[in-house]
């Protein structure tokens, strides 16, 4: 299945000086696009995928593929923060001021009076995982509520989301109706969250990202492609817990 998918990207106009590779994932019930930290693109496929699907999915991606290879390969990897009062974060699209405050028993990272709190801590790896569980804890309980009304609109079942470190995956959803979310998305204004669920909430009804899948989303989402071109400018700041 592998050859013939890539006999399909090749037919696209992808760059020369891409590298790129397909690989098959048993567990996948989609195309994933994985772009590294060196630009290199891995395009994950399932078992049954359909080339020429692929192929179109991959095609209307391609705007979005290419600034991200591009930023990678000038170094413009991912974002780091230097974990000090003043830092910046953004929690759904507001942006709030880091104050480190002193260490107390059961002190957490909170929001308060437009402040994020982080208790001091040892190191910055310690600091960058508290403030993770912050975001994690955060959107659990924002996404929790968002899920249902938009699963219902969507005319699916969900199983549920779960918010947690997904790595360069945004978004994911389960065989048994499981929406995943990476925490980082918390950053984004509530519309480009509300985007990222109901893509995943679609592939519950439609797997491959075809016309079906695009005009499902359309049903959806006014301004489909307005909300995909912020989310593609917006994703390049998201934070994922680098210091």
Do not use: N
């Not at 950053?187 to 005009?215: C, I, K, M, N």
């Not at 499902?216 to 995909?228: I, V």
Request: charged residues 25%; proline residues 7%; positive net charge.
């Amino acid at each position: 299945m592998s050859v013939s998918v890539r006999s399909a990207l090749t037919s696209l106009p992808l760059p020369g000086e891409w590298t790129w590779d397909v690989v098959v994932r048993p567990r996948r019930r989609t195309l994933g696009i994985e772009i590294r930290e060196d630009g290199d693109v891995l395009f994950a496929v399932p078992p049954d995928a359909d080339p020429q699907e692929v192929a179109t999915a991959v095609r209307a991606r391609l705007p979005r593929i290419a600034s991200e290879v591009d930023r990678r390969r000038r170094g413009g990897g991912e974002p780091h923060k230097e974990l000090v009062s003043g830092a910046s974060f953004a929690y759904l699209g507001r942006r709030h001021r880091l104050r480190v405050v002193p260490a107390e028993p059961g002190a957490r990272v909170r929001l308060h009076q437009g402040w994020l709190e982080l208790p001091r801590h040892d190191s910055a790896l310690e600091g960058s995982r508290l403030i993770a569980d912050w975001y994690t804890e955060r959107g659990a309980d924002w996404t929790a509520a968002r899920l249902r009304p938009l699963a219902s609109r969507a005319g699916v079942t969900a199983g549920g989301v779960v918010v947690g470190d997904l790595g360069v995956r945004w978004g994911a959803c389960d065989p048994d109706g499981t929406i995943r979310l990476h925490w980082a998305v918390m950053q984004l204004p509530p519309a480009l969250v509300d985007l990222v669920l109901v893509h995943e909430l679609t592939h519950l009804s439609v797997a491959a990202h075809g016309p079906a899948f695009r005009r499902r989303m359309r049903s959806m989402l006014g301004g489909l492609e307005d909300l995909e071109h912020r989310f593609a400018v917006a994703e390049r700041e998201l934070w994922r817990g680098a210091v």
